[in-house]
């Protein structure tokens, strides 16, 4: 399809209080694109974001989600003060080891506490 071309070999710059625009699809491709806003809102029906190295750098991060789904060949987390996860059933599955390594472990449970093992060692 033919299309109507805005051509220059300068920069071109566009200065107004307000822009806006509308159509039914809009492409950018750029070797490099940079935005920069005090505010910023994203709102879509579906976001698809792909990227060889995606790295998010603020202060706080807010999520809020019904469900999350995460799959990485290789996790790793480090949080410097308290790592807290509270929830009504949570389970920790791994096919070789589980390791739980502090100065203090604590074990709590109301009713019951309970380890099961071909050999179980205390000490």
Same mark, same amino acid.
């Given at each position: 399809a033919e299309s109507d071309v805005l051509a220059t070999d300068r920069p071109l710059a566009l200065e107004a209080p307000e822009l806006a625009l509308r159509a039914d699809a809009i492409r950018l491709q750029s070797q490099s694109l940079e935005a920069a806003s005090d505010s910023a809102r994203l709102v879509a029906r579906e976001v698809n974001l792909y990227g060889s190295v995606v790295k998010l750098v603020g202060q706080t991060l807010s999520s809020v989600f019904d469900r999350v789904t995460h799959f990485a060949r290789h996790h790793l987390r480090h949080t410097e003060t308290i790592d807290r996860v509270q929830a009504?059933? =949570?389970?920790?599955?791994?096919?070789?080891? =589980?390791?739980?390594?502090?100065?203090?472990?604590?074990?709590?449970?109301?009713?019951? =506490?309970?380890?099961?093992?071909?050999?179980?060692?205390?000490?």
């Open positions: 009504q059933h =949570v389970e920790i599955e791994a096919q070789q080891m =589980v390791r739980v390594s502090s100065e203090h472990t604590l074990l709590n449970g109301d009713k019951l =506490v309970k380890a099961r093992g071909g050999q179980i060692h205390f000490g």
